[in-house]
C-alpha cells in the first residue's frame, strides 16, 4: 500500500533514505576510473572518487517508489539537476516535499520538489517528480 494517499496535505515531507556509496560499488574488474580509485579521479582534477550520478539520483527513485508504488510506475515523471558530485565513501540522502496538488482524469497528481543531499548538506541532486494517488 502506498504511503502518500490523496489526503497527504502539501507541505508534507517524504520519507528520508540514505545511503554510503563505496568504491568497491563501481568496480569493472581491475579497470580504475573515477568511479573506483581516488588515485584515477585526482589525475583528473578531482579530491577523490565520485559515486556514478544515476546510481545516486536512484535514491529518489526508491523514494517515490515507496511513496507512490503504482503510481510512480505507471503516472510518474521526473526533471532532476545534477549539480555537484557527491563523493564515493559518503552518505547521500534523498529528500521530498509534496508542493502541489492537481486533479487529472487519472486520479490526483502530486507534486513534489526532491533532492539528494552529500554528507555536507550540500544538495548535489535537485528537481521535481510527480505521481498518481487515487482520486476516488
Known amino acids: 500500500m502506498a504511503i502518500i494517499t490523496k489526503d497527504t496535505p502539501v507541505g508534507a515531507e517524504l520519507p528520508v533514505f540514505a545511503r554510503r556509496f563505496r568504491n568497491e560499488m563501481f568496480a569493472m574488474g581491475d579497470v580504475k576510473t573515477i568511479h573506483n580509485d581516488d588515485a584515477a579521479a585526482q589525475r583528473e582534477g578531482l579530491p577523490r572518487a565520485v ?64 533532492w539528494i543531499e552529500r554528507a555536507d548538506g550540500e544538495k548535489a541532486i535537485v528537481g521535481t517528480c510527480s505521481a498518481l494517488v487515487a482520486g476516488d
Do not use: H, Y
Not at 515523471?77 to 552518505?91: Q, Y
Open 51 to 114: 559515486a556514478v550520478g544515476p546510481q545516486v539520483a536512484a535514491l529518489i527513485f526508491r523514494m517515490m517508489r515507496t511513496c507512490f508504488e503504482e503510481g510512480w510506475i505507471v503516472g510518474g515523471k521526473v526533471a532532476l539537476t545534477f549539480r555537484r558530485p557527491v563523493w564515493s565513501n559518503d552518505f547521500a540522502t534523498a529528500r521530498g516535499v509534496i508542493t502541489d496538488t492537481e486533479v487529472e482524469d487519472d486520479g490526483v497528481r502530486m507534486i513534489c520538489d526532491v
